[in-house]
């Protein structure tokens, strides 16, 4: 079965720096598009970036823009997103999520992982 | 930017009733690009409808999606304890490039 594995989430104090990592597993990941999606702590989602398959298109929404980076090694099977200068509003729990195209929504989704900005 | 609303932000009913949540866009959407998910507590959102109206791989035909321009619904049919959850629309512009949800509505038991 597809799996999505995020990890690197922990407590950061603002304006420092966080990789997130996804691991896929169980299907071809070179050839899916990708996106990261956050949750703040009750409340709704928020899409993030997206790369796609292997042609280096890659989006953001604007508040992300110019602090976080989306990137992928498809050698690894691994998504990742390097967020610098962290805010207390970016605290969130961070979904890896698999885009099916088309555009047919985000299939899977990781089990996400929980990012703290506090001092 | 197109922004998503949903109604109404808490739908009370009970098991056996047919749920009927709103989605309404700022603009005209594509229906290609509106999407339904599904959020139980604690875990991760699950697809439930592409295209406005196409369900998900494995997910129950009580779930129906409909709607076109800036107005679409998720309909329930008979709820069954599992439905009780948080719904998100979604959708997908091309110009410029992003994905935006509505805020959710959550669908709690009367």
């Known amino acids: 079965e597809v799996q999505l594995l995020e990890s690197g989430g922990g407590l950061v104090q603002p304006g420092g720096s966080l990789r997130l990592s996804c691991a896929a597993s169980?299907?071809?990941?070179?050839?899916?598009?990708m996106n990261w999606v956050r949750q703040a702590p009750g409340k709704g989602l928020e899409w993030v970036s997206y790369?796609?398959?292997?042609?280096?298109?890659?989006y953001y929404a604007d508040s992300m823009k110019g602090r976080f980076t989306i990137s992928r090694d498809n050698a690894k099977n691994s998504l990742y997103l390097q967020m610098n200068s962290l805010r207390a509003e970016d605290t969130a729990i961070y979904y890896c999520?698999?885009?099916?195209?088309?555009?047919?929504?985000?299939?899977?989704w990781g089990q996400g992982t929980l990012v703290t900005v506090s001092s | 930017e197109i922004v998503l609303t949903q109604s109404p932000g808490t739908l009370s009913l009970s098991p056996g009733e047919r749920a009927t949540l709103s989605c309404r866009a700022s603009q005209s959407v594509s229906s290609s690009f509106l999407v339904w998910y599904q959020q139980r507590p604690g875990q991760a959102p699950r697809l439930l409808i592409y295209g406005a109206s196409r369900r998900a791989t494995g997910i129950p035909d009580r779930f129906n999606g409909s709607g076109s321009g800036t107005d679409f619904t998720l309909t329930i049919s008979r709820l069954e304890p599992e439905d009780f959850a948080v719904y998100y629309c979604?959708?997908?512009?091309?110009?410029?490039?992003?994905?935006?949800f509505g805020q959710g509505t959550k669908l709690e038991i009367k």
């Open positions: 169980e299907f071809t990941f070179s050839t899916y598009e």
């Open positions: 999520a698999r885009d099916l195209g088309g555009w047919a929504g985000f299939d899977y």
């Open positions: 790369i796609s398959a292997s042609d280096g298109t890659i």
């Open positions: 979604q959708q997908y512009t091309t110009s410029p490039p992003m994905y935006t």
